[in-house]
């Protein structure tokens, strides 16, 4: 029987000259890109996990939009990890966080994040966000 393994994560989004951005991280490998994710200890909801993970992948803070925006699997660790993905409004992006000796991070559009992903899941993800969405959620109404 495989392990299945919760998982949540962020997509951080900032709007640039009203241009969608995301902020991809490196893998720990350094050869591909990803969101910033990690498992759901427990004691921890999905949004503080992902919360928690833009900030010790990348350095981000900022607010996530409450609902999910969707969901993507892939094979890790001999099993399956389940990702619930949130949309991140950024609000800050520090020069310092936990793991920047690791980890790179890039601000790129929605098109240049295809030849990066490590999943395609995620990239059909991430291609369902759109300036019409962003600015119909709360979130990003005063941008």
Known sequence: M????????AIPVRLV???IQILLVQTRSGNKWTIPK????SGFTAQETALAEAY???GLKGALHPEIFGTFS???WQGTCKVQVYLMKVDEALSHWPERY???RKWVNIEQSDQ???YPALSELIHKI???LLLSLRLWREM
Request: hydrophobic fraction near 45%; charge should be negative.
């Open 130 to 132: 759109n300036i019409n």
């Open 38 to 41: 990690g498992i759901i200890d």
């Open 17 to 19: 000259a009203q241009k």
């Open 102 to 104: 690791f980890r790179d």
């Open 74 to 76: 892939y094979a890790k």
């Open 2 to 9: 495989s392990m299945i393994y919760e998982q949540a994560a």
């Open 116 to 118: 990066m992903l490590k």
């Open 56 to 58: 010790e992948e990348a």
